[in-house]
């Protein structure tokens, strides 16, 4: 089981950044799927989640507005749209797989993990 973290990159702040996670080995589809996310000196925190179909998503109130997770199950694929990106948006950002299919911030629910992809905002 397999989850890959690819999109990161250097962006200057106001910009955009579409984040994938990709799924091997595992239903994916099946599975409520969430972005973790973790600044230098700080813990993991929770970003985004969305329930198996898609149709129920959940965010961290920082990221309301400007992020957007979705969903492909047909490609096993995860994606965050990051728009009106910022500073302290930098981090390593973490796709998680949750074999429960409502989504959730608790990130000990999170069962597979993808190895990270790292965000930086320029000011």
């Known amino acids: 089981v397999q989850l890959q973290a690819s999109g990161g990159g250097l962006v200057q702040a106001g910009g955009s950044l579409r984040l994938s996670c990709a799924g091997s080995?595992?239903?994916?589809?099946?599975?409520?799927m969430g972005w973790f996310r973790q600044a230098p000196g700080k813990e993991r925190e929770f970003v985004a989640a969305?329930?198996?179909?898609?149709?129920?998503?959940v965010y961290e109130d920082s990221v309301k507005g400007r992020f957007t997770i979705s969903r492909d199950n047909a490609k096993n694929l995860v994606y965050l749209q990051m728009n009106s990106l910022k500073p302290e948006d930098t981090a390593v950002y973490y796709c998680?797989?949750?074999?429960?299919?409502?989504?959730?911030?608790?990130?000990?629910?999170?069962?597979?993990w993808g190895q990270g992809t790292l965000v930086t905002v320029s000011s």
């Open positions: 998680a797989a949750d074999l429960a299919r409502a989504p959730s911030r608790d990130p000990t629910r999170y069962v597979y």
């Open positions: 969305a329930s198996w179909r898609g149709g129920s998503t």
């Open positions: 080995g595992c239903t994916v589809s099946v599975s409520s």
